[in-house]
């Protein structure tokens, strides 16, 4: 069949094509860059504040200031997460195919509204009652293992082959699970506890620099 169009013509379009790819990897790898930086502030906020927050002389109302700061530290992040991705999309376009994918994905709609709502649930255990129970420790650890596999699935969903930031974000999120693991079965220690998580701190951070530079580094390289 006869297109009308020579070779230098497709080659031409083919160009577009690729360089509109790499435009769309360059702005959700800068995108996933905001993202790192602001959960390893949530985390760092999530695990430390009570050592700032707690007072004695307001003993009785520790649990509320832990859940109001829980939760508007987990509002926030939120917030800033969906603009940044909410930015990135419009920048792109709607209709662009990691777009329909992640509408038509009803298994992304359900990790992710699952995924708020045990985090929502989180907060109020933590807050109030903390792990001292096999109950507490089950939810706990329930949901830290559901945002891992919500991280991992996005991860695939958006890149297909996971660039080198997304693994050392995961495999950080999951060392530091296993030592407070660790930590709440053997050595039982607030302490311990608390140090455990600053592998996904650092992790993530890392992860938050290494992508930035690199979506930079990627557009330079191909002169998007």
């Known amino acids: 069949m006869n297109h009308g169009l020579s070779e230098r013509d497709i080659a031409d379009l083919t160009g577009v094509a690729k360089k509109g790819l790499q435009f769309d990897f360059y702005i959700f790898r800068k995108a996933y860059g905001t993202y790192y930086a602001i959960w390893a502030t949530a985390i ?19 649990p509320y200031v832990f859940f109001s700061v829980y939760l508007t530290v987990f509002i926030l992040a939120m917030w800033v997460t969906r603009k940044v991705f909410r930015n990135a999309t419009e ?3 709607f209709k662009s195919i990691f777009n329909e994918k992640r509408r038509n994905s009803l ?13 929502v649930v989180l907060i109020i255990i933590i807050s109030f009652y903390g792990i001292t129970n096999l109950f507490t420790f089950l939810i706990f650890y329930g949901v830290v293992i559901i945002i891992s ?6 991860l695939r969903l958006t890149f297909g082959n996971i660039p080198i930031e997304g693994t050392i974000s995961l495999i950080s999120y999951l060392l530091s699970i296993v030592l407070s693991l660790s930590s709440v079965i053997v050595g039982k220690s607030q302490l311990d506890f608390s140090l455990s998580w600053l592998p996904a701190i650092f ?8 992508s930035r530079y690199s979506s930079k580094k990627f557009l330079e390289e191909f002169n998007v």
Not at 111 to 116: E, K, P
Not at 149 to 154: E, G, P, R, V
């Open 91 to 93: 920048i792109i376009g």
């Open 107 to 119: 298994e992304m709609r359900f990790l992710g509204i699952l995924s708020i709502f045990m985090f």
């Open 44 to 62: 760092l906020l999530f695990v430390y504040l009570p050592f700032l927050t707690y007072f004695p002389s307001i003993s009785q109302f520790i």
């Open 203 to 210: 992790g993530w951070y890392f992860s938050a620099l290494y």
């Open 149 to 154: 596999l919500h991280q991992l699935k996005n």
